[in-house]
């Protein structure tokens, strides 16, 4: 009987232990599960920076979308197609608006200080340029001006002007040799695009008449 007992009691006292361990698995396999579930507000948390993140992405790509648009919009601007006529037609009209003088059958002459103003508001461009460079164009603008006058004069039928008539002020024709001649930041033409696509959309119908008007009295 003694030797029955201690043996039944090691066998009760190994399914107790069993027991107890299936119960602390359990126990186990709860506190592991609620810090599971604990952790869940965390990461939610760590979850916002990442949605920080893609609004500051969304936005920075908004505001390249803008910058991108302008960007196309000034390309368009400057890039306006405009014929060859519409622009000698356009820096014609400018010269008849630059003009104080005329011949005796009314027609446009443009003096010295005429040649200056214009050269002054034209040469450096819709988005400007420097003291220094303007200074250089009023300078070239002088002396091709003498030149430009004497040959006028001296060569006053080929323009239809008599003697004194030709030494009031330049002809167009004798206004476009000298126009050619300046030292600009680009070419004449190209100048001229430039200016004309600035004001075209000002005008109320891009003719070269309505451009030139817009940029004459925006400018003076």
Not at 3 to 24: H, L, Q, T
Not at 56 to 84: H, L, N, P, R, Y
Request: proline share 3%; charged share 35%.
């Amino acid at each position: 009987e003694k030797s029955s007992s201690p043996g039944r009691s090691s066998s009760e006292r190994g399914r107790g232990r069993k027991g107890r361990d299936e119960s602390e698995g359990r126990r186990g396999s709860g506190r592991g599960s609620a810090r599971s579930q604990s952790k869940d507000p965390k990461e939610g948390k760590g979850r916002r920076p990442s949605r920080l993140k893609e609004k500051d992405e969304v936005k920075d790509g908004q505001d390249s979308s803008e910058a991108k648009a302008k960007k196309t919009g000034k390309d368009q601007s400057e890039e306006m197609q405009v014929s060859e006529d519409v622009l000698d037609a356009f820096v014609e009209e400018l010269f008849k608006l630059y003009s104080a003088t005329r011949d005796n059958r009314g027609r446009p002459l443009l003096n010295n200080p005429g040649v200056r103003r214009f050269l002054k508001d034209f040469s450096l461009g819709p988005s400007g340029g420097s003291q220094k460079d303007l200074k250089k164009v009023i300078t070239q603008a002088d002396v091709l001006y003498d030149e430009e006058i004497e040959r006028q004069s001296n060569t006053h039928f080929l323009y239809e002007l008599s003697k004194g008539e030709a030494t009031r002020g330049l002809c167009f024709k004798a206004f476009m040799l000298l126009f050619r001649k300046v030292t600009m930041g680009c070419s004449c033409r190209e100048m001229s695009r430039r200016w004309f696509s600035k004001y075209a959309f000002m005008a109320d119908e891009a003719t070269a008449t309505n451009v030139a008007s817009s940029m004459y009295n925006d400018l003076n």
